[in-house]
């Protein structure tokens, strides 16, 4: 499928995005309204992410220490992972699963835009320890934020439905991050129909998959006509194919929790 097609098809799923995001505005309640417009998000993810992972809607991330997540919009995960618990649609999966975090606002103001970054950045903390050591001569690690990782870590990007100016977001969004380490920014920020803020490496003037030390903020506008939906299934797919893991352990989960008692044995003949 060539470029030209590819826009032309992302052009009529923005349409369509925007056309059942206008009508869940009938939502007299904002509960309701703003689940649909995660689900609509939720759908979009599916369609354009790497196989071998997929998104979750209405979710919580624990630690084998006992860490909780405030609930997550939409969490990317290892499409092997084993939720500890899913009721009604609503699940708890271990961290060492999630591979991403996305939040996704109606209408992105300050406040809102605070609140995701809050929420990644306690996401992007959050230990991933549960694995079960394989020998393997070769050791696997991940470059991000900075930092050299033996998981990958948890990536947090931000998708709206409508704001004010980017330029605005891109202020509140530098403010934020002034006063925070680089491993807590999150990735980008997407609004449909107007643009995107990511970031641009120090060294190399290239725009990153993730933030790292002295990186500026850039703001992209939407091509006139088109949406950002092109450049986000581009992004994600180029963002989450590089996702893995290591065995997951869920030894750790059950802690001391007692597993039986041994009554008899029998030795060999």
């Known amino acids: 499928m060539s470029h030209e097609k590819l826009r032309v098809i992302l052009s009529s799923v923005a349409k369509r995005m925007r056309a059942d995001f206008d009508q869940s505005k009938v939502f007299k309640h904002n509960g309701e309204a703003g689940t649909s417009r995660e689900v609509l998000v939720k759908n979009f993810l599916s369609s354009y992410l790497p196989a071998h992972v997929e998104a979750v809607h209405n979710a919580e991330i624990v630690t084998s220490s006992g860490e909780v997540s405030s609930q997550c919009d939409i969490v990317v995960v290892d499409r092997g992972a084993l939720p500890l618990t899913s009721l009604e649609g609503y699940r708890i999966i271990p961290n060492e699963c999630v591979y ?8 992105l103001a300050k ?9 990644i950045s306690k996401a992007r903390q959050m230990e991933k320890t549960a694995y079960r050591k394989v020998p393997n001569p070769i050791r696997r690690t991940t470059t991000a934020y900075g930092r050299t990782y033996d998981h990958f870590p948890t990536s947090g990007i931000i998708v709206a439905f409508e704001s004010g ?3 605005t ?4 969004l530098m403010e934020w991050c002034s006063t925070r380490q680089v491993h807590e920014w999150p990735d980008s920020v ?3 129909g107007k643009g995107i803020l990511q970031w641009r490496g120090k060294e190399n003037g290239l725009l990153e998959r993730t933030p790292s030390p002295g990186a500026s903020l850039v703001q992209i506008d939407a091509w006139e006509g088109d949406d950002v939906l092109l450049p986000l299934a581009l ?5 989450f194919s590089e996702a893995w893991m290591h065995p997951l352990n869920l030894m750790p989960y059950a802690g001391s929790t007692p597993l039986g008692t041994i009554s008899r044995i029998w030795d060999p003949l």
């Open 190 to 192: 997407w609004v449909l």
């Open 100 to 107: 991403g975090l996305i939040e996704v606002k109606t209408n």
């Open 235 to 239: 992004h994600l797919n180029v963002h």
């Open 169 to 172: 977001l891109g202020n509140h």
């Open 111 to 119: 406040v809102d835009l605070i609140d995701a970054c809050n929420k």
């Open 165 to 167: 100016k980017l330029e």
